[in-house]
Nanobody, 121 residues
Framework: VQLVESGGGLVQPGGSLRLSCVAS????????MGWFRQAPGKEREFVAA????????NYADSVKGRFTIFRDNAKNTVYLQMNSLKPEDTAVYYC???????????????WGQGTQVTVSS
């Protein structure tokens, strides 16, 4: 199984970024896909998750209304659209695959390598 994230970078406060994660080696539509992030000196935290055939996602309170998770099962890809970015959103963002779609990182069996998002003026 391989998960490969892309789309990170440097953006000014209030800006937007879209992260992508392409999955291979698993039955993509069977898995819930999640996004987590880890800032320096902090634990990895849940950001958003979406079940395989779901219409909507589950979000951390800190990103609700600003971030949107969506997926294209035909392309084995999950996305995280991030709007109204804040400096506190700065972190390495990871995508992960789970059979449960939990907010708990221990429930995720497969992880990508991460992509850096920096929000700064």
């Amino acid at each position: 199984v391989q998960l490969v994230e892309s789309g990170g970078g440097l953006v000014q406060p209030g800006g937007s970024l879209r992260l992508s994660c392409v999955a291979s080696g698993l039955s993509f539509s069977t898995y819930a896909m999640g996004w987590f992030r880890q800032a320096p000196g902090k634990e990895r935290e849940f950001v958003a998750a979406m079940r395989g055939l779901a219409w909507g996602g589950n979000y951390a309170d800190s990103v609700k209304g600003r971030f949107t998770i969506f997926r294209d099962n035909a392309k084995n890809t999950v996305y995280l659209q991030m709007n109204s970015l804040k400096p506190e959103d700065t972190a390495v963002y990871y995508c992960a695959a789970s059979l449960t779609g939990s907010t708990e990182k221990a429930q995720y069996a497969f992880w990508g390598q991460g992509t850096q998002v920096t929000v700064s003026s």
